[in-house]
């Protein structure tokens, strides 16, 4: 079967009865234009934070609080059931799902005796949203007519023993989807399958880290040889900068992989940074489309876009980061500073975002998540002892309350002058950089300012870039 379409709905899209049944209409409407449809759903909106506030809850002692908070989950499930089938028609589907709590209470349980909660029990507790809703969704389409039937993705997604955060093994799972899905594609089912989690080759079951159901859809259309990947949300499209915080953004119609990969890693909320891993090597075209606007052609996300003429395609923002800096003298020309830095920060499992170091090598700064920095900070004075009394190094700076801005786009490689026209608008509106970076790719350019003035940051660049690009060429927001 060579023409199947892997469809992922996002929690919104999944979120309440109304969601449900449009996301079930959207599948029925395209049914007859494909081979195979796989669907890949995440939890109902809300449920998988109830689920970590039940492990908080367990994890203090409060079984009266996770208790109140399963009875919630449940009563949400099944107010979806009551109101779209009758009674007879759902009590298999409710058993189920009490299945399902009940393992979820005697998980709180055990957490509420031992005091703490494992990575990999918060695994199976947060996999729970995915395991009910698919069951759920599953049998919406089956009351509309349509073959189907909930698969988890424990079944068909080997990965590695990284609790929360896991990595697919390819292989591995590329024969046991195809041996899953294949018959039930050929029969003309639609396996509806949960996102965001996988099993070890052993069966402990992992998650793929949060929002990880985009990155599901794209193992499962990487393995399976789909022919597209669409992945179903609330919004037109990828858009070119927050539109909480720019009042004219614009839907992007077509993004390479490299373009939308810089953009996960910046900020942008709209994929899983991973998504595009699996799918890209076998170039498998990636569209991003809003579920309650179906017939908006979305985003297309693909190997090499058409010729652009634009200077810069995004700005988007990562937050809550803090500058680490190692400065003194003594640095200059001693080998290995570098090295033992990055080994330290790599020990405290703490993600760089920026890196830049001086020419004459007397600082070093990189730009880390903020709730890690005290812990960094402690980690490289220890690290460090020696050359701080003796003072090569004269001191290790810990600056919080930092931004990272990212201008992002295929066409600045070719396009002189974008750099200039950045920090002159953030010049033209006093704002401050603090450290500036751009990749080797020249795909972006990415800078530090305080928090305080990264929307201003963002507001200025998307004006006087990618709207005064858009308004001098013609282009419009269709």
């Not at 599948?27 to 759903?41: A, S």
């Not at 990055?342 to 499992?349: E, G, H, L, M």
């Not at 800078?447 to 990264?454: P, R, W």
Request: aromatic residues 4%; negative net charge; hydrophobic residues 40%.
């Amino acid at each position: 079967m060579k023409n199947i379409v892997v469809m992922k709905f996002g929690g919104t899209s999944v979120g309440d009865v109304s969601a449900l049944n449009t996301s079930s209409s959207i599948i029925k409407m395209h049914k007859e234009n494909w081979d195979g449809i796989i669907v890949v759903v995440s939890a109902m909106s809300g449920v998988t934070n109830m689920l970590l506030e039940c492990a908080t809850k367990a994890e203090i002692g409060d079984n009266q609080g996770y208790e109140m908070i399963i009875d919630n989950i449940r009563q949400k499930h099944f107010d979806v059931l009551n109101t779209i089938f009758n009674t007879n028609h759902n009590q298999k589907i409710e058993d189920e799902i009490n299945l399902l709590l009940s393992e979820l209470n005697s998980i709180c349980y055990s957490i509420s005796i031992m005091g703490e909660v494992t990575p990999r029990g918060l695994d199976v507790i947060v996999s729970l949203g995915e395991r009910m809703n698919a069951r759920v969704f599953s049998a919406i389409l089956r009351d509309k007519g349509i073959l189907s039937q909930p698969i988890e993705a424990t079944q068909l997604i080997v990965t590695n023993n990284i609790f929360q955060n896991a990595s697919p093994l390819m292989d591995e799972s590329e024969i046991k989807i195809k041996k899953e899905l294949q018959p039930l594609l050929k029969k003309g089912i639609v396996p509806v399958v949960t996102g965001f989690i996988g099993a070890t080759k052993d069966g402990k079951l992992t998650t793929l880290g949060r929002g990880g159901s985009d990155y599901s859809a794209s193992i499962l259309g990487a393995c399976i040889d789909a022919k597209e990947v669409w992945t179903w949300t609330d919004v037109d499209g990828v858009m070119s900068a927050d539109p909480r915080v720019v009042s004219n953004t614009i839907v992007i119609p077509e993004l390479s992989f490299i373009e939308v990969g810089e953009m996960a890693y910046f900020g942008a909320k709209v994929l899983h940074p991973k998504t595009i891993m699996p799918i890209m090597d076998k170039n498998i075209p990636l569209y991003v489309k809003n579920t309650f606007n179906s017939h908006h052609l979305g985003t297309k996300i693909i190997k090499n876009v058409s010729k652009k003429t634009g200077k810069a395609t995004a700005v988007s923002v990562i937050k809550n980061l803090s500058i680490i800096t190692i400065a003194g003298k003594g640095m200059m020309g001693v080998t290995g500073i570098a090295a033992r830095t990055f080994a330290t920060v790599a020990r405290t499992k703490s993600s760089i975002v920026m890196i830049s170091q001086s020419s004459s090598e007397q600082s070093i700064c990189f730009v880390i998540p903020e709730e890690k920095a005290k812990i960094v900070s402690q980690e490289l004075t220890t690290e460090f002892q020696r050359e701080l009394e003796r003072d090569d190094i004269s001191a290790i700076i810990e600056r919080n309350c930092v931004s990272v801005v990212s201008v992002i786009g295929e066409g600045m490689r070719e396009t002189p002058g974008v750099a200039g026209e950045i920090f002159t608008a953030l010049g033209e509106n006093n704002i401050n950089v603090i450290l500036i970076t751009q990749g080797s790719s020249e795909y972006s350019i990415s800078f530090a300012v305080e928090s305080e003035q990264a929307n201003l940051a963002m507001q200025k660049i998307h004006q006087k870039i990618i709207e005064n690009h858009q308004n001098s060429s013609g282009e419009k927001n269709e």
